[in-house]
């Protein structure tokens, strides 16, 4: 191999990375978008590169909605591990709210994928497994300090955030329901404190 062409193999690889890049990005976009009409061709189009670069990136349809699916599942266990200065209680509310974004904005991306793929198959059941354990830290940590209710598993919280999210309605709408959700979870500050009313002589 020539020096030239040894040179010339990082920059292949590098603008490799870059087509993939925006075809990832063009394509949550199109996911996104409820008006689209999403077809290879117009994630394509929106990514500003040619058919045979999307099919030499992602065989198939199928390949491109298991990338964006693992994608998104990468940056929710990235996030379980982002230390802040937040309660516990708050950290875990914070992560749940990052899950709370991700399903109903993905949710074509995710019926699709199960139109076509095996629940128990790696991609959906490893996955799933996969956000769960970077969520159930933060749940044993909040309920370990009383700040969250200790009889919910991190896996019933999964399931009632995917169960709002299969609701057909507008982010407006779904909205109260998930903040009515997640206000449950929490523990009063004072969970021993004495009712007032309740404690006045009869």
């Known amino acids: 191999m020539t020096t030239s062409n040894r040179a010339s193999f990082p ?4 603008a490799a990375a870059r087509n993939r890049d925006k075809i990832l990005i063009a394509a949550q976009a199109a996911f996104a978008d409820p008006s689209a009409q999403v077809s290879m061709a117009e994630i394509a189009r929106r990514a500003g590169v040619g058919m045979a670069t999307l099919y030499r990136n992602f065989a198939g349809r ?18 379980a591990g982002a230390g802040d200065a ?11 709210r990052r899950l709370i974004a991700f399903l109903p904005n993905k949710r074509l991306i995710v019926s699709e994928l199960l139109e076509h793929t095996d629940r128990d198959s790696p991609v ?14 933060l749940l044993t940590a909040a309920q370990g300090v009383g700040e969250i209710r200790d009889d919910l598993t991190i896996e019933q919280i999964f399931d009632m955030i995917a169960a709002i999210a299969k609701i057909h309605g507008d982010p407006s709408y779904l909205e109260p329901m998930f903040q009515t959700m997640l206000d ?9 404190a004495v009712d007032p009313v309740a404690s006045r002589p009869g």
């Open 62 to 79: 199928q390949e491109l909605l298991e990338a964006l699916y693992v994608d998104e599942v990468d940056a929710l266990c990235e996030a």
């Open 86 to 96: 937040q309660t516990r209680g708050a950290a875990l509310t914070t992560w749940l």
């Open 124 to 137: 959906i059941h490893g996955n799933r497994a996969r956000a769960l354990a970077a969520g159930r830290p």
């Open 11 to 14: 920059t292949r690889q590098a």
């Open 184 to 192: 449950g979870l929490h523990l009063p500050a004072d969970d021993n």
